[in-house]
């Protein structure tokens, strides 16, 4: 039992990692792409197509990262630790919305940035 238990937590902390590192990758180049588009470059089409896959790695990846952690903290009935009561009460249902909304945003004007300013 506290092996299937060490497993499962193994599997958590990796799947969080890997959020985490998707999260700063996204972040990093859309901090890139703003940079170019303040340099005035007439790279309007690849910063476009770069934005625009910055959104799609991050939804896809993230939504089922996230579902993956909300699966796991429901399998972890049994863990009364106060690190598992806590993942439990997580409420993935809004993170699972706000994470790609932002980012969504963030995408948004980084757009208008590049076509419009």
Do not use: C
């Not at 990093?28 to 910055?54: C, G, R, V, Y």
């Not at 049994?78 to 993935?92: A, R, T």
Request: avoid cysteine; glycine fraction near 4%.
């Amino acid at each position: 039992m506290g092996s299937d238990s060490n497993s499962k937590w193994s599997f958590i902390n990796s799947r969080r990692k890997d959020l985490l590192w998707l999260i700063s990758i996204v972040s990093a180049s859309n901090f890139l792409i703003f940079t170019f588009i303040h340099l005035d470059t007439e790279a309007k089409f690849s910063l476009s197509m770069l934005a625009i896959l910055n959104v799609l790695i991050l939804v896809i990846g993230a939504v089922g990262i996230i579902d993956e952690l909300k699966a796991s903290s429901e399998d972890l009935k049994m863990d009364k630790s106060k690190v598992g009561l806590i993942f439990k009460n997580i409420p993935w249902d809004f993170f699972r919305v706000l994470l790609p909304s932002l980012f969504i945003l963030v995408w948004l004007s980084q757009l208008y940035d590049i076509w419009l300013s």
